[in-house]
């Protein structure tokens, strides 16, 4: 049985994550400049690797 505590606690830091990506998004799209664009795409992909790692851990624990 998968720890319901752990499983809630990912889920919720998935969906901060996600917030964090969406977030970074509509920043990127009202800033401009290519180094304000390399720093947002730079965020961006640390916090999507963040989302595919979080996933991953969340879908072990539910085995």
């Known amino acids: 049985m998968p720890n ?3 499983l809630a606690a990912l ?3 998935i969906a ?3 917030e964090n990506i969406r977030d970074l ?6 800033y401009s400049g290519a180094e304000d664009d390399a720093l947002s795409a730079d965020r961006i992909a640390e916090q999507e ?3 595919a790692r979080l996933q991953k ?6 085995r």
Do not use: H, N, P
């Open 4 to 6: 319901a505590a752990a």
């Open 11 to 13: 889920e919720k830091e």
């Open 16 to 18: 901060d994550v996600r």
């Open 25 to 30: 998004t509509e920043q990127a799209a009202a």
């Open 49 to 51: 690797a963040l989302l």
């Open 57 to 62: 851990e969340r879908d072990a624990l539910a």
